[in-house]
């Protein structure tokens, strides 16, 4: 059974940095693609990045595109998200997924961590 368990979220302030970790269990990797979702307050669910455990290869919503970045620790089964530049509209709870294939649709993971809340005031 997949665990995806989430940490590191909190409150800054724009223009400050914010990492997030997210810590897996009760999967092979390597045939996995790991990645962030966020929802903010009355908005549908956003793609924000994933990559492929097996290579690294990552892709970014274009909405994060040159602030976020993704990595993996394979040792410690860890994905951590990199928020840079953080801006109010990144305002939002994010998620850890994970599933047999990269996606930018939200709704087709199958894997979801609890969620960790981030606040970025203004």
């Known amino acids: 059974q997949v665990q995806l368990v989430e940490s590191g979220g909190g409150l800054v302030a724009a223009g400050e940095s914010l990492r997030l970790s997210c810590k897996v269990s009760g999967v092979m990797l390597h045939r996995y693609a790991m990645g962030w979702i966020r929802q903010a307050p009355g908005k549908d669910r956003e793609f924000v990045g994933a990559?492929?455990?097996?290579?690294?290869?990552?892709f970014y919503g274009d909405s994060v595109k040159g602030r976020f970045t993704l990595n993996r620790d394979t040792s410690q089964k860890t994905l951590t998200l990199q928020m840079n530049s953080l801006k109010p509209e990144d305002t939002a709870v994010y998620y850890c997924v994970a599933d047999q294939a990269l996606t930018t649709s939200p709704s087709l993971y199958h894997d979801w961590g609890q969620g960790t809340r981030v606040t970025v005031s203004s």
């Open positions: 990559l492929e455990w097996s290579n690294g290869r990552a």
